[in-house]
Structures are given as C-alpha cells and as structure tokens.
C-alpha cells in the first residue's frame, strides 16, 4: 500500500488567512493526488483532484499542487465554512487516505 | 441534485452480518464506478471496496478481502455491501461514494453515511 502523511496534524488560522497544508507519498503518484474538506459530522466533499484540478461548484480561493510524492493544498483566504479537517488521497493504486489536517480557529 | 442515501446500519454482535444498502439519484449510475469508504468514530477515511459500472469489476481493500462482497442493480439505481465476520474494529460510518469519471478513484459525491457498530 502507498502511505500517505500530512503535515502539520492540526493548525490554528483565522478567518482571512493563507493556510497551507502539506501531503506526501511512500512513493511517487505522480499528479494522481486529491483533497477533501469534512465539516464536523458531515461526510467529505471534494475540493482538488490531479493534484491541481479544482472540482467544479468548489470556490477558487482553494488551489492544489505537486507531483511525484510531494504535495500542497493552499487556501488563499480563510473563510468560516473551512474550519474543518482536510484529507489528501491517493488514487495511483488502491486508494489510501492521509491522517487529516485539522484548522480550527485561532 | 447527485444524492445518494445509506441505510442497513445498526449494532451487530462480534461474528455477525450486516447488509448495507445505498440508493442512488440525480445521475446515471450505470456512468459510475461506485465504492464503499468507512470512518471509524474520531479516526481518518478508509476505502473499503469498489465495483464498476457495469459489476463485473469488483476491488476490495486488502484488509478486508474474504469478508465482504460489494454489489450493484443499475436498474434499481442501488448499491450494496455485504458484511460477514464482523468485529469491533469495523465499527464506523460507512459512506457510499460516487466515483468519478474519467478520473480514477476521485470520490467526488458521499453519501451522509449510515453507522455500523459491532458490539457485545
């Protein structure tokens, strides 16, 4: 199995900030590297998928990058609907998820 | 709208069986593959199984394999997974996911999920 990790575990923002969150891979994926945001008690929602391609319907203060095994998902400008925990996920073989970042308010 | 809405859960004893249902609207299912992706209580997203559009292609996480049989009935628009063996450690939310096209496992459409809990 790819492992995947995230980086940091949990951060505090506010709203308005740049938050920047970091996923890497056991091995390279190369662009094959989605993010998602989960709201406390609801189910996941996809934000980016290719590593970079944003999903339709989803804001674009939100923007994805990388390949081969280091990745980014930067939120320009921190609104309240984002606090929440996000999960990258690999789909170059079987997927696996990342452990989730959790941004709370600072 | 793309909704698809879970149902089946409920507690179940150590060694027990539980079916899961998923009933799909808003879209073609037949288009999709379609995967099952659980959440135990405060933990990450685990990918569970997935079957493609037409059910002839069927895929089942590693860990899980010989336990579980995943299933589909485009003409009624549902989706199903069959669990036996169960224990504790598949006590979780279960989500039924869209897939989507011309992506590869990129879930782009949950289910609110329906809770599994395996206890004595």
């Known amino acids: 199995d790819i492992q995947m990790t995230q980086s940091p575990s949990s951060l505090s923002a506010s709203v308005g900030d740049r938050v920047t969150i970091t996923c890497r891979a056991s091995?390279?994926?190369?662009?094959?590297l989605s993010w998602y945001r989960q709201k406390l008690g609801k189910a996941p929602e996809l934000l980016i998928y290719a590593a970079s391609s944003l999903q339709s319907g989803v804001p674009s203060r939100f923007s994805g990058s990388g390949s081969g095994t280091d990745f980014t998902l930067t939120i320009s400008c921190l609104q309240p609907e984002d606090f929440a925990t996000y999960y990258c996920q690999q789909s170059y073989s079987d997927p696996t998820f990342g452990p989730g970042t959790k941004v709370d308010i600072k | 709208e793309v909704q698809m809405v879970e149902s089946g859960g409920g507690l179940v004893q150590p060694g027990g069986s539980l079916r899961l249902s998923c009933a799909a609207s808003?879209?073609?299912?037949?288009?999709?593959?379609m995967s099952w992706v659980r959440q135990a209580p405060g933990k990450g997203l685990e990918w569970v199984a997935n079957i493609g559009p037409d059910g002839s292609q069927k895929t089942y996480a590693d860990s899980l394999k010989g336990r579980l049989t995943i299933s589909r009935d485009n003409a009624k628009n549902s989706l199903n997974l069959q669990m036996n063996s169960l224990r504790a450690e598949d006590t979780a939310v279960y989500y039924c996911v869209r897939q989507h096209v011309g992506a590869k496992t990129v879930f782009d459409y949950w289910g609110q999920g329906t809770l599994v809990t395996i206890s004595s």
């Open positions: 091995q390279s994926i190369s662009t094959h």
């Open positions: 808003g879209f073609t299912l037949n288009s999709h593959w």
